[in-house]
């Protein structure tokens, strides 16, 4: 079993930054993916962003790119979501993932453990 927890979320002006982490406890291993969903009321879970747990490799919607850079920390288990230049539309709970695949999804099946969510607003 793994555990994620997250934190960072809050309230920013439109244009504003915040940094979303996501700390991984258990049976984390070295292979396999972790991953940034997003869901805002009335939507369904959205793709945001994944790298490679031990390779670094990373992956962003379009939505986010070149806004959002996502990094990993190998200890103490933690990867980061940097949130630059936010807008409203960015407004939605936030969910850390983690994968035991051995190749990289954009869906939220392909993800077996998650995160209990922290709520990011952005005020216009």
């Known amino acids: 079993q793994v555990q994620l927890v997250e934190s960072g979320g809050g309230l920013v002006q439109a244009g504003g930054s915040l940094r979303l982490s996501c700390a991984a406890s258990?049976?984390?291993?070295?292979?396999?993916?972790m991953g940034w969903f997003r869901q805002a009321p009335g939507k369904e879970r959205e793709f945001v962003a994944t790298i490679g747990w031990s390779g670094g490799s990373t992956y962003y919607a379009d939505s986010v790119k070149g806004r959002f850079t996502l990094s990993r920390d190998n200890a103490p288990n933690t990867v980061y979501l940097q949130m630059n230049s936010l807008k409203p539309e960015d407004t939605a709970v936030y969910y850390c993932?983690?994968?035991?695949?051995?190749?990289?999804?954009?869906?939220?099946?392909?993800?077996?453990?998650w995160g209990q969510g922290t709520q990011v607003t952005v005020s216009s």
């Open positions: 993932a983690a994968s035991r695949a051995t190749r990289r999804y954009t869906t939220y099946d392909g993800y077996n453990y």
């Open positions: 258990g049976r984390t291993g070295s292979s396999g993916f």
